[in-house]
């Protein structure tokens, strides 16, 4: 059995979303797979996914499937990860099809691994049968992850949009 499950956002988790926001913050993090937390004051406004990530990507937005990690065990938000679908010519070029992040103080102990090997049946079921994931050539723990996961390297590209801090992004697939 895993030690987390994926779910859809609730009010049950709202002050857990914003506590897991300050910690992102705090640390200095990017908010992959948060769809887009880090623009927002308020649980209520970010739960509106779909009207303010449309207004804020006009015509590259695409539809996202978001799911909070939850630890089973105490009900605690350990991590976040959309599922992207489908492509925009930027994220085919840049971002990929998931995105995910976990927070900081829960980092190392297998989550991200855990989360994405839960996504790939949801994708699959979505009508995809591989997804792209992308990451900072210097991310070892991303790497890894995606690897664990099936990820084949399809090549590095420049980062010409500021997306990482080496200025190089590995693309991987994942055959679902």
């Given at each position: 059995m895993s030690e987390?499950i994926?779910?859809?956002?609730t009010?049950?988790?709202a002050?857990?979303?914003m506590?897991?926001?300050?910690e992102?913050?705090?640390?200095?993090?990017s908010?992959?797979?948060c769809?887009?937390l880090e623009?927002?004051?308020?649980?209520?406004?970010?739960?509106?996914f779909?009207?303010?990530l449309?207004?804020?990507?006009?015509?590259e937005?695409?539809p996202?499937e978001?799911?909070?990690a939850?630890?089973?065990?105490d009900?605690?938000v350990?991590?976040m990860?959309?599922?992207?679908?489908?492509?925009?010519?930027?994220?085919?070029n840049f971002g990929?099809n998931?995105g995910?992040s976990?927070r900081?103080?829960?980092?190392?102990?297998?989550?991200g691994?855990?989360?994405l090997?839960?996504i790939l049946p949801?994708c699959?079921?979505?009508g995809?049968?591989r997804v792209?994931?992308?990451?900072?050539?210097?991310?070892?723990?991303?790497?890894?992850?995606i690897i664990k996961n099936?990820?084949?390297?399809?090549?590095?590209v420049i980062?010409?949009?500021g997306?990482?801090e080496?200025?190089?992004?590995?693309?991987?697939w994942?055959?679902?």
């Amino acid at each position: 059995m895993s030690e987390i499950i994926l779910i859809k956002p609730t009010k049950e988790y709202a002050e857990q979303v914003m506590a897991y926001k300050e910690e992102m913050l705090q640390h200095g993090d990017s908010f992959d797979g948060c769809a887009g937390l880090e623009d927002v004051q308020s649980f209520e406004e970010w739960i509106d996914f779909e009207n303010r990530l449309k207004e804020k990507y006009k015509s590259e937005y695409v539809p996202s499937e978001v799911f909070l990690a939850i630890r089973q065990k105490d009900k605690y938000v350990v991590g976040m990860i959309d599922f992207r679908h489908p492509l925009s010519d930027f994220l085919f070029n840049f971002g990929g099809n998931i995105g995910y992040s976990i927070r900081p103080s829960e980092r190392q102990k297998g989550y991200g691994s855990e989360m994405l090997k839960l996504i790939l049946p949801i994708c699959r079921q979505l009508g995809e049968t591989r997804v792209l994931l992308t990451c900072d050539k210097m991310n070892e723990a991303s790497q890894k992850t995606i690897i664990k996961n099936g990820g084949v390297l399809e090549k590095e590209v420049i980062d010409t949009v500021g997306l990482s801090e080496s200025g190089v992004i590995l693309r991987y697939w994942i055959t679902i």
